[in-house]
Structures are given as structure tokens and as C-alpha cells.
């Protein structure tokens, strides 16, 4: 009996270790089969990819971008018989479910569009082969190499701060102190770092540039800070005891500072591509000329999820979306709007202030993976000792 009980718990052991250990071997054996046959070295045209393609599936695409789908339905016009499935979702989701489901072997898009706002896709998805990087091999000599290291970049933006153009026919502050002022209570919206990423590493970037934060505080107030070097927490210390509002999205920024007919606009912090609201009636006004700096540079991404099934038609999409070789095509539309800068050499933008004259700083992906889970920590502190 003791040898039957004996043998039953040792085949249990086997069994779940067999169960757990081959699974990460046999994720990165497939990736290294998938790798081999996808071919992302080759020197495809449109035209042979376009051909393969149509032997594939329905191309899946994560995407934190809502305009994601007008690129969809360029390409599915350019390219009969393709079919694409955008699905939109927060990019700290996006990034988790991916991670998880790379462990489980199982990969749940063919690409992911996303900015690497919290150093998970270089820092973790890259090296762990969740993701992998594709540049079409006549597009690379004219992408911006300091956009283009390990992620593929497509565009930038940044995070910046908006007032009402209609009430304002100059901005209200220079100085990001301002906002902490009392006669700004409760006129502050944005969205939380602990589900925004682009607030995340906009915070971060104001906690690692303490020493130009601390500068310009001494300039405005005429007093030094006690710890200068805690400048950038300092700040948002006093930004949340000066009532700033958090709301779920930028669309609804957007609605508190720049609806038609608002009587008494906010201020708000979003990502400086929200400005084409505009076109819809808005009155929007990014500032750009902040002190110490304008805000925190964000760069946006396309990456093949290791394991796609639809390869082909996934390297395809990503060569519409830059533009084509030539940098004309269709798919590059949505993304030269105002607000943004193409990560492209031979494409001009259609914002006319050029990114190179607007101090946008950006932030450490190293910081941003490392510190995640120290700054939710005291994030949450300082959010209980200002009574959120």
C-alpha cells in the first residue's frame, strides 16, 4: 500500500512537472520554427506578399489607436480579398494579456500597435521574443533612427498640457508649478498614471528631471525647494492636494477643456495628437512652451507578436502603415495630422511647430520598467493623504 501511495505521488509530481516545464521550451522552440519561416529579412514586394497573403486568415491587430481603423479600411480597399479585425484597447491591457498568453504559447494577434510607455515592449517583450521588430528592407534607410532601436516607431507625440483657445487668447501659465496654485483647484484634469501609461511615463519623466523641476521652481516661487531632489514627487504631491480630476480618457479631457461653448474650461494633460479634435469644433491649444520642459515625448509602435499566424498579410499591413516605400501610401494618412511628427525622414508633418523646437523630454524605459510597481506604491500614499 505505502509503495501504490508512494508511486501515485511521485507520478503526480511527473505529471505536473511535465506538465509546467516543457510549456516555456516548447513556447521558444516554436518561436525559433516561427522565426525561420517568417521570413522578415526578406525582399518581398507588396504585390508577392499581397499574393500569399490571400492564402491566410483574417489579419488580427491590438491597437491603442482608434485610428486603426481608417488604416484598416484603406488597406482592405487597396488589398481586395484581405480582411483585417482592429481591436482597441488600453495599452497596459493589451501589454499584460499578450505577455500572459506568449507564456501559455498561444498568440492572440498577428501585430500590436502600441507606445512603449511603461518599458514593457524593450525591456520585456522584445528580449523574451513576445514580440519582434519588422521593418520592411526599403523603408529602413528612411525611418528616424533615434525612433527606431529596438521597437518600430511610426509616429511620435507627446504628453502635454491644454487650455481652451476661446477663452484664452494666450496660455494661462508657463510654469508647471502654476498648476498647483490654489486659484487652479480642481481645474487640473487628466488621466491616473496607474491605468493611463502615457501619464505614467509623463509623471516618471517629471520625477527623473527633479533637478530642472527644482530650478524652476526656485524661478517661479523666488524660494528654493527643502529637497530639491524629490522635486518632480513634490509636484505631484501638491497637484493632487490642488484637486486635480482624474477622468477614464482623453476624449473626456478633451470635452472638459475644449467642448464648444464651455463657460468655465479646465486645463488639462493628454497626448498633443487630441489637438485634431479641433476639426470637430473643439477649441483645443497645446502648449508647448512649458517650464522646465513641454512634456514627455511619446512614440508610438507596430510589432509582430511572435507567432502570428498571418505573417504575410501582418508585413503587408505594417508597409501601408508607414507609407509604402515612397512614403505616399494611404495608410500614413491618419497619422500626419496636427499634434504629431512622423518617425519618417522623407515625410513632412503637418504640425508647424517641428518637433526638434519643442522641449519635450524623453522618458527612461529602463526607469519606467524598473520603477512601475515602487511608484504605484507611493502614488497611492500621496493619493490617501490628499483624500482621493
Known amino acids: 500500500?505505502?509503495?501504490?501511495?508512494?508511486?501515485?505521488?511521485?507520478?503526480?509530481?511527473?505529471?505536473?512537472?511535465?506538465?509546467?516545464?516543457?510549456?516555456?521550451?516548447?513556447?521558444?522552440?516554436?518561436?525559433?520554427?516561427?522565426?525561420?519561416?517568417?521570413?522578415?529579412?526578406?525582399?518581398?514586394?507588396?504585390?508577392?506578399?499581397?499574393?500569399?497573403?490571400?492564402?491566410?486568415?483574417?489579419?488580427?491587430?491590438?491597437?491603442?489607436?482608434?485610428?486603426?481603423?481608417?488604416?484598416?479600411?484603406?488597406?482592405?480597399?487597396?488589398?481586395?480579398?484581405?480582411?483585417?479585425?482592429?481591436?482597441?484597447?488600453?495599452?497596459?491591457?493589451?501589454?499584460?494579456?499578450?505577455?500572459?498568453?506568449?507564456?501559455?504559447?498561444?498568440?492572440?494577434?498577428?501585430?500590436?500597435?502600441?507606445?512603449?510607455?511603461?518599458?514593457?515592449?524593450?525591456r520585456e517583450m522584445i528580449p523574451e521574443g513576445v514580440v519582434v521588430k519588422y521593418v520592411p528592407w526599403d523603408i529602413e534607410d528612411k525611418l528616424l533612427p533615434a525612433n527606431n532601436q529596438e521597437d518600430l516607431a511610426f509616429f511620435n507625440e507627446g504628453t502635454v498640457l491644454y487650455y481652451n483657445s476661446e477663452k484664452y487668447r494666450e496660455p494661462p501659465v508657463s510654469n508647471w508649478w502654476e498648476l498647483t496654485e490654489p486659484r487652479f483647484y480642481g481645474k487640473i484634469v487628466t488621466s491616473s498614471p496607474q491605468k493611463s501609461l502615457s501619464m505614467y511615463a509623463f509623471f516618471s519623466t517629471l520625477i527623473q528631471n527633479s533637478e530642472a523641476m527644482a530650478e524652476s521652481y526656485l524661478e517661479h516661487f523666488g524660494e528654493p525647494l527643502p529637497h530639491p531632489e524629490d522635486a518632480g514627487w513634490e509636484f505631484i504631491d501638491r497637484l493632487l492636494k490642488n484637486g486635480v480630476v482624474f477622468v477614464n480618457s482623453a476624449e473626456e479631457i478633451a470635452n472638459a477643456v475644449g467642448a464648444p461653448d464651455l463657460e468655465d474650461p479646465a486645463l488639462g494633460i493628454m497626448i498633443s495628437s487630441k489637438v485634431r479634435m479641433n476639426d470637430i469644433g473643439y477649441a483645443l491649444a497645446p502648449h508647448y512652451e512649458m517650464e522646465p520642459f513641454a512634456g514627455a515625448l511619446s512614440t508610438n509602435s507596430i510589432m509582430l507578436v511572435s507567432g502570428a499566424e498571418n505573417v504575410n498579410a501582418a508585413k503587408l499591413f505594417v508597409r501601408w502603415l508607414l507609407g509604402e516605400a515612397d512614403g505616399t501610401g494611404e495608410g500614413y494618412h491618419p497619422y500626419l495630422q496636427m499634434g504629431e511628427w512622423p518617425a519618417r525622414t522623407d515625410i513632412e508633418s503637418s504640425e508647424p511647430v517641428p518637433l526638434a523646437q519643442i522641449d519635450l523630454r524623453a522618458p527612461d524605459k529602463e526607469y519606467l520598467y524598473s520603477n512601475r510597481e515602487s511608484f504605484n506604491q507611493r502614488w497611492k500614499e500621496l493619493l490617501e493623504a490628499a483624500g482621493g
Open 1 to 122: 500500500m505505502r509503495k501504490r501511495v508512494i508511486c501515485a505521488v511521485l507520478a503526480g509530481v511527473l505529471l505536473l512537472a511535465a506538465g509546467c516545464a516543457p510549456q516555456g521550451a516548447g513556447a521558444a522552440r516554436h518561436n525559433e520554427q516561427w522565426l525561420a519561416g517568417a521570413g522578415l529579412d526578406a525582399q518581398e514586394t507588396p504585390e508577392q506578399l499581397y499574393r500569399a497573403a490571400l492564402d491566410e486568415d483574417t489579419l488580427i491587430i491590438y491597437s491603442n489607436s482608434t485610428r486603426m481603423l481608417d488604416v484598416k479600411k484603406t488597406f482592405e480597399a487597396a488589398y481586395p480579398g484581405l480582411v483585417v479585425e482592429v481591436t482597441d484597447m488600453r495599452g497596459s491591457d493589451m501589454l499584460d494579456l499578450l505577455i500572459e498568453a506568449h507564456g501559455r504559447g498561444e498568440p492572440l494577434c498577428d501585430l500590436m500597435v502600441c507606445a512603449d510607455n511603461n518599458g514593457a515592449i524593450t
